[in-house]
């Protein structure tokens, strides 16, 4: 992978973090998403802005979100969808998305041009490009923070309410938290790995803790995580890094190396490959989604630092009744 890729993946890692940063200051300034808490009977769900969008069967739907993404190709027949963002599109393959529109990037005016009749978009949507489109007639459902699986549980939850899915949007969320709390079961608590997430940008350091995708996988891998007493995405330093010492570092690919060339961070036990320790690089596309991505980059980290699962003991024959 070229020097230039992996900057502007690694760019794209923090541009997200920031991104549901800012996502999530703006839904704390009002109450609505407090109100948010659709059922099977609802007539309309409120967004992270707190705009009441009616239930509907929706038949031509845009989604400007990743998130969304999954959750309609994953609850709904793709006959219903008119464009995906598709940026995010590892969890599930890219033949999911063939035949759709990819409208990541797309105008006002090219959004339009779907006629879509239900746009959904993520909680960084520019605010202005989402008052032309209401101001159009069309409603526009703004996702909240992407916070790991306790947002996109909230997000199933509502976008397959929304699209008339409610019972396939909560068993998608019930699924995805089951199979990540499998990942890691046959790791014994005690004792696990301390890991710890960086994403290398420049020369900034960025970390993922409590409330972030990436603390859910490190847990579901079979780590604890270094930030545990930290919240959100903080910038972290590289004395605080040596402080830290973690015995794995999830990181972008290309990454590892540049990190440990740098600021003395050579003396990381990780870098010096030292018994027991780790540097695990997953795919961007991957370890930036808040989403089903989770899983599959969860997996990686688990096989990279435990090994393979164990299969489970199996049950001893029953004896003939003929014998």
Do not use: K
């Amino acid at each position: 992978m070229s020097r230039t890729r992996t900057t502007l993946l690694n760019t794209l890692a923090l541009l997200l973090a920031l991104g549901a940063c800012l996502a999530i200051a703006t839904s704390q300034r009002g109450v609505a998403v407090a109100t948010r808490g659709p059922s099977e009977d609802a007539r309309e769900v409120r967004d992270a802005d707190g705009t009441a969008v009616p239930v509907r069967p929706y038949r031509r739907i845009a989604s400007l979100s990743p998130i969304a993404d999954a959750i309609l190709l994953e609850t709904i027949p793709a006959d219903r969808l008119v464009g995906l963002s598709g940026t995010m599109r590892e969890a599930l393959g890219d033949h999911r998305f063939s035949g759709i529109r990819s409208i990541d990037g797309a105008s006002v005016e090219q959004v339009l041009a779907l006629d879509p009749d239900l746009v959904i978009v993520s909680g960084m949507a520019d605010a202005g490009h989402v008052r032309q489109l209401r101001d159009a007639g069309v409603p526009v459902f703004r996702l909240g923070e992407m916070r790991g699986l306790a947002s996109f549980a909230e997000d199933a939850r509502d976008v397959g309410t929304l699209v008339g899915a409610a019972e396939a949007g909560v068993e998608l969320a019930a699924t995805l938290s089951r199979r990540m709390r499998a990942v890691a079961a046959d790791v014994p608590l005690a004792g696990r790995p301390r890991g710890l997430y960086l994403g290398v940008i420049g020369r900034g350091l960025y970390g993922g803790a409590n409330g972030t995708s990436y603390h859910d996988v490190l847990l579901a891998a079979g780590l604890e995580d270094a930030l545990e007493h930290m919240d959100s995405w903080p910038e972290l330093t590289p004395e605080q890094v040596l402080e830290l010492d973690p015995d794995v570092v999830l990181l972008h690919p290309g990454t590892g190396a540049s990190l440990c060339q740098r600021d003395g961070l050579a003396a990381l036990r990780a870098c010096r490959r030292a018994p027991g320790t780790h540097l695990v690089e997953v795919q961007s596309g991957l370890l930036n989604d808040p989403g089903l991505g989770m899983l599959p980059c969860a997996e990686r980290v688990r096989a990279a630092v435990h090994g393979a699962p164990r299969p489970p003991p199996s049950a001893p024959e029953e004896p003939s009744p003929h014998e």
